[in-house]
């Protein structure tokens, strides 16, 4: 079964500071993984994914993760964070059978001014 | 991309009624979810709705406690029936991009059950 973890519920950086929210992964077969984002009462906010290529991609806002095919990861970085940043962040992958995705557990990110 | 737009964007109900969640997409999709957001939580994944078929739904989901409609292309609807203060959430929709591989999501509805 496919499936997506991110080990953090809640990361705090100070703004300016690079920031790294962790996912993992496992999948049968290629995946395709994406990052969301979450701003209070709001939906879902898609920022970027990797389906095949360059192992860094880059999205919106100034977020880019490395997808790293021998550690199962897709670590969402930005190298310098503001205070707006600080929202709900989800990691997910596809199903491509079903095409449904599988979310993981989300991470707070707090950016302190 | 696609647009969506979800109807109530909150509302606060009694114990043992039911509520109608709408969803509205400016463009055709085959493919549409409904997603269940409780309070802090992730993303649980009720149903997947495409145009002239049943909904299919996720273990632990039943067609008689969240009914489906998807009359066409750019329309679905979820009710949620005999609401307990447990159907407390965000209920949002989705739909799949297609070629581009997301997911575009609508705002989300609020649901307080009291």
């Known amino acids: 079964a496919q499936s997506v973890a991110q080990p953090e519920d809640q990361v705090n950086v100070a703004e300016g500071n690079p920031l790294t929210v962790k996912c993992t992964y496992s999948?049968?077969?290629?995946?395709?993984l994406f990052w969301y984002v979450q701003y209070p009462n709001r939906g879902l906010q898609f920022l970027l994914k990797?389906?095949?290529?360059?192992?860094l991609v880059k999205g919106s806002y100034g977020f880019e993760a490395e997808f790293n095919k021998s550690q199962t990861s897709f670590h969402l970085k930005k190298p310098s964070a503001l205070v707006s940043d600080s929202a709900l962040y989800f990691c997910a992958v596809r199903d491509s059978g079903t095409y449904k995705y599988i979310f993981g557990t989300g991470t707070r990110l707090k950016v302190l001014a | 991309s696609a647009v969506i737009s979800q109807k109530p964007s909150r509302d606060i109900c009694q114990r043992g009624t039911s509520l109608t969640i709408q969803c509205q997409v400016d463009s055709q999709v085959t493919m549409m979810f409904w997603y269940r957001q409780q309070p802090g939580q992730s993303l649980t994944l009720i149903a997947t709705?495409?145009?002239?078929?049943?909904?299919?739904?996720e273990s632990g989901f039943v067609i008689d406690k969240f009914p489906i409609s998807r009359p066409n292309l750019t329309f679905s609807t979820l009710t949620v029936s005999n609401m307990s203060p447990e159907d407390s959430s965000i209920y949002l929709c989705s739909v799949d991009g297609g070629s581009s591989y997301e997911q575009y999501f609508g705002p989300g509805t609020r649901l307080t059950v009291t």
């Open positions: 709705a495409n145009q002239g078929s049943e909904a299919t739904y």
């Open positions: 990797y389906i095949t290529g360059d192992n």
């Open positions: 999948v049968s077969g290629n995946p395709y």
